[in-house]
């Protein structure tokens, strides 16, 4: 693999297993409403495009398609006003990720976290695990007029750190970081324990599928 200058990293399924807060969350928000759970395997295929759309899922108890508008203003509130409580009760590092961020700071990559996930949450739960320190950048889904899987928070990270898209390297979980990347002329490298929909990532052809972060110091210290 063409070994980068920057690294931009997702937060969701990729470094944080911060599922069992969401789902949390998103029963906790439905008994409020007088509603029946939906349960933890259907929200982790519901996660990645940012926790309006998430609300929106669970409201319908599916991927695709929209709850009536009045739900879901009743609903987003409340889902808020929960997960503040609860971003960072049930939610753990994966396995290898500790290891792999200490070899890629020690290798002097730029570092950048770039998520779908609302700002007010991204910064409490990376400093809850340790986390805001390794990184130089932070872009979060209400960050930019734009986010994954549009290219504009990579391009943005990119022009941030004076890296060249080409030398750019994302590492995510999910489709729309395939997508984010493909667009921005990026590298992409996806983790195989993520959430993407339920889909196997590999679908998507990134350059390599990762099981654990430790994986990261043989990947890209090949050229
Ligand atoms: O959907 C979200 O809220 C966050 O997802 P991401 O960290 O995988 O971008
Ligand atoms: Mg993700």
């Known amino acids: 693999m063409h070994r980068p200058k920057m690294i931009l990293i997702d937060l ?3 470094l944080v297993d911060s599922v069992p807060d969401l789902a949390f969350c998103v029963d906790a928000m439905l008994a409020r409403l007088g509603r029946a759970p939906r349960g933890e395997a259907a929200v982790r295929t519901w996660v990645g ?7 929106r899922r669970a409201l319908i108890g599916q991927l695709d398609g929209e709850p009536e508008e009045s739900d879901y203003r009743l609903a987003h509130p409340i889902f808020l006003e929960l997960y503040a409580d609860n971003a960072c009760n049930r ?9 792999g961020l200490d070899f890629l700071k020690s290798a002097g990559y730029p570092l950048g976290c770039i998520t779908n996930k609302a700002a007010q949450f991204t910064e409490p739960l990376l400093k809850h695990l ?4 390794d990184f130089g ?3 979060s889904g209400d960050t930019l007029p734009r986010r994954k899987p549009d290219p504009l928070p990579l391009l943005h990270a990119a022009s941030h750190f004076g890296v060249a898209p080409h030398d750019a390297l994302m ?5 729309n970081d395939v997508q984010a990347a493909r ?7 996806c983790t195989s324990y993520g ?4 889909q196997d990532i590999r679908d998507a052809r990134p350059d390599a599928v990762i099981d654990s972060f430790v994986e990261l110091r043989e990947l890209i210290g090949q050229d």
């Open 91 to 99: 939610s753990a590092l994966y396995p290898g990720v500790r290891e």
């Open 195 to 198: 959430y993407n929909h339920g």
């Open 12 to 14: 969701d399924g990729t």
């Open 183 to 189: 667009a921005a002329g990026f590298g992409i490298v």
């Open 49 to 55: 495009n940012g926790l309006e759309r998430l609300v």
């Open 137 to 139: 950048l932070v872009v």
């Open 130 to 133: 340790g986390l805001w320190n």
């Open 171 to 175: 590492i995510g979980d999910s489709v």
